[in-house]
């Protein structure tokens, strides 16, 4: 008789059935026989120095490679701190596998080391939790959880797997090990609503196409070109669909950033909206309420949220533009496109300028611009930070998928993203350079993760746009409360490549503009992880905290 372990059992599903190659993680006790499992089943257990971290890296992991990222953490504060990685990748609809330790079955309720409800902490944030309690069930469950993740709108799940079954031992034949499943979704509009929706969309004089992360989870990229293209509809990818189409393509708007969906929303007659929530970053529809909306998405739910659609086409968003795709008539829309073009550059026209000009202190827009120059868009981009998010979605551009990533800007607002998201990008994409913008609020939240960086030889490069404060905050307490009264928010000059060289990575401090490219280049040259600290104009401030001042004087 062969025997197993119940944590031996789990990586030898995970890597014979669902074929994985990294897990993110901390070692813990509750967990030790899956992290033994991990080595003999020869998976890279990838750990971190923050539970918070390991969520965010396998969020990120899911968008790079278009499969369930999987993060392992141990009982208690190992699954607490990993709650707003876990709520972050909820909202951003990423198919994140959670398998968490547990304190043992057999102590319940007895005040057991770590011992706490996690399951109904964790169930608002998840698509599906559950706990396995035998461990011939292990794979059954671990079969579910994927499913789950993938099936439909794509989320986070959660299991739960309690030491009792994982350093417990069972004949391998007894365990029933279930066959990968495709998990694919294939939900089709009818066929009335897809006519009514071409009808629309064929008699448009100025339609506009916006795809999110629906866009992306779909990997539909193939039909998502042949449908602009036939259509001529100006476009702009947005979230984890961003790169779907090179932001190079003719017909793209990515030029300007948000900018050119919010001056192209106004002027729209009707847009069609693909996998993507209409929330606040889009202002929940106020931005184009005269137009009429075509609404792609998955998920039942989102089909008229915030905004009742003119056609509502539930179903995976490559699906459903191949079924309309017949029907949609070849059009030329080089006007209206020339117009919106002419229209959102007008309100960059100082950004543009900025790019090429240098100045002291150094401007923000000009040290994406520089990053820009160096790296070139064979690479991928990650940007962490209020401010820093805006000026780093203006500025770069990318012919990769999810080329430019900007997820602290996604629903949750979530800061602390940019290094675990950069390393997720390093690991899945190791022959590209991937190079993160970090505000220097930001990175104080995972920048231990350098250390994670150093020990597993991932070298990313971390550009701190460094203004020596909270910056979207403070500015707008200045324009609320007045200099005077501005409060937690500065934080001071810090020598943040100090702590990174530390650590054993390479860091450089720049001053000057004339710096920045030299210092990138050495920071390659070191083939280290390395983070180049940039003293940026502190007086700057972005149209976002304007926008955020002003949301907040509503009330």
């Known amino acids: 008789m062969t025997t197993i372990t119940g944590g031996h059992l789990v990586a030898k599903y995970l890597k014979e059935i669902e074929h994985v190659d990294n897990v993110f993680t901390i070692s813990g006790g509750h967990i030790e026989n899956i992290l033994d499992g991990l080595t003999e089943y020869n998976i890279r257990a990838i750990d971190v120095r923050h539970e918070q971290a390991a969520a965010m890296m396998a969020h990120a992991w899911s968008i790079y490679k278009n499969e369930p990222g999987v993060c392992l953490v141990t009982a208690g504060p190992g699954f607490t701190n990993a709650l707003t990685g876990i709520a972050n990748a909820y909202l951003d609809n990423a198919p994140l596998v959670v398998l968490s330790g ?314 602390g993203v940019g290094i675990p998201f950069a390393l997720a990008a390093k690991l899945a994409h190791p022959d590209k350079p991937v190079a993160l913008l970090n505000g220097d609020g930001s990175f104080g939240f995972n920048a231990m993760e350098f250390d994670t960086a150093v020990r597993h030889n991932i070298p990313i490069i971390c550009v701190i746009n460094n203004d020596a404060a909270w910056g979207m905050i403070k500015h707008s307490q200045e324009m609320s409360l007045g200099a005077a009264r501005v409060t937690c928010s500065e934080l001071g000059m810090r020598h943040y490549e100090k702590m990174v060289e530390g650590l054993g990575g390479y860091g450089e401090l720049v001053t000057r503009d004339e710096e920045i490219i030299p210092a990138l280049e050495r920071a390659v040259a070191s083939g280290k992880p390395a983070c180049i600290n940039v003293v940026t104009d502190p007086t700057v401030f972005s149209p976002a905290t304007v926008m955020f001042y002003q949301s907040l004087s509503d009330f």
């Open 102 to 415: 547990r304190h043992p079955i057999r102590d319940d309720l007895t005040g057991a080391l770590q011992e706490l409800n996690q399951i109904d902490m964790v169930k608002p944030v998840t698509k599906w939790a559950a706990t396995c309690y035998d461990i011939k069930r292990i794979p059954e469950y671990l079969s579910i959880a994927f499913r789950q993740a993938m099936m439909g709108r794509p989320g986070p799940v959660f299991l739960e797997l309690p030491p009792d079954i994982l350093f417990a031992s069972v004949d391998e034949k007894a365990v029933k090990i279930p066959a990968k499943r495709i998990h694919k979704t294939s939900v089709h509009p009818p066929e009335s609503e897809l006519a009514e929706a071409a009808r629309l969309i064929n008699n448009a004089q100025k339609p506009l196409f916006i795809g999110g992360s629906g866009v992306g989870s779909s990997g539909c990229d193939d039909v998502l070109r042949r449908f602009i293209e036939k259509s001529g509809i100006p476009f702009a990818l947005l979230n984890n669909g961003r790169g779907a189409l090179p932001d190079s393509h003719a017909l793209c708007i990515n030029d300007g950033g948000f900018n050119g969906v919010a001056v192209g929303l106004p002027q729209a007659d009707v847009v069609i909206a693909a996998g993507i929530r209409f929330n606040w970053v889009m202002q929940s529809t106020h931005l184009f309420p005269q137009a009429k909306v075509v609404r792609i998405d998955i998920d039942p739910h989102e089909i008229d949220r915030n905004r009742t659609s003119a056609v509502g086409l539930e179903g995976d968003c490559g699906d459903v533009l191949e079924r309309l795709l017949p029907l949609i008539e070849q059009s030329d829309h080089t006007d209206w496109l020339h117009k919106l073009k002419t229209a959102y550059k007008a309100f960059i026209t100082t950004e543009l300028a900025l790019r090429t000009t240098p100045s002291h202190p150094i401007h923000p827009i000009r040290l994406v611009a520089q990053m820009m120059q160096f790296f070139g868009e064979d690479a991928y981009y990650v940007v962490d930070g209020g401010d820093t998010s805006y000026f780093g979605m203006v500025g770069f551009s990318s012919a990769l998928r999810a080329g430019v990533q900007t997820p602290a800007g996604s629903l949750l607002g979530c800061l």
